[in-house]
């Protein structure tokens, strides 16, 4: 059984998650609006990422025999200056999710709660590949600056990008 602060910090979290889930959608009707479909086929999958990490801590608390509950999503921005505005704002929040877990983690040993810390290893790794993803595609935005071609390379690349389930879900009855 989960105990009440560790089950109310992880609601708090399946509200994060699905938060980032609405704001990459955002994210992907902008880059449609401006002609990145690319660019929008990639937000579109990471939409589908973050309702994965959302259901993958209601699946765990449904489990540990905790109760889900489900809060209002807030508004998300639905503008942005620029297509490197865009991703600027997607490593600001993966910054501002990576802190979220760690706390949660933080927390999880200060309760003694060794099943939350180690199903919190596949976010903490997760957070790293995020962070990491975002990063790289600012470096590739400077480097091309202004260049149209450059910009069709990168949105032809990221389009590329395919969903795949997270493993936990796919092999979970829940
Ligand atoms: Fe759920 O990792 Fe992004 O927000």
Redesign the pocket.
């Known amino acids: 059984m989960l105990n009440e602060k560790i089950q109310t910090a992880i609601n708090a979290q399946i509200n994060a998650?699905m938060w980032?889930a609405y704001l990459y959608l955002s994210m992907a009707s902008y880059c449609h609006s401006i002609g990145q479909t690319g660019m929008a086929r990639w937000y579109e999958v990471q939409f589908k990422?973050?309702q994965d990490?959302a259901k993958i801590l209601f699946n765990y608390v449904i489990q540990r025999n905790g109760k889900v509950l489900l809060r209002a999503i807030n508004a998300v921005p639905t503008e942005w200056k620029s297509i490197l505005d865009v991703f600027q704002n997607t490593l600001a929040?993966?910054q501002d999710?990576t802190e979220m877990i760690n706390k949660l983690y933080a927390l999880s040993i200060t309760e003694n709660d060794y099943a939350t810390q180690s199903m919190l290893k596949w976010f903490i790794d997760?957070?790293v590949e995020?962070e990491d993803n975002a990063q790289t595609i600012i470096d590739n935005l400077k480097m091309i600056k202004d260049d149209g071609v450059g910009l069709f390379m990168l949105d032809k690349e990221l389009g590329a990008r395919t969903y795949a389930m997270a493993a936990s879900l796919v092999n979970s009855t829940l």
């Open positions: 998650e980032s990422e973050e990490h929040h993966e999710i997760e957070q995020e």
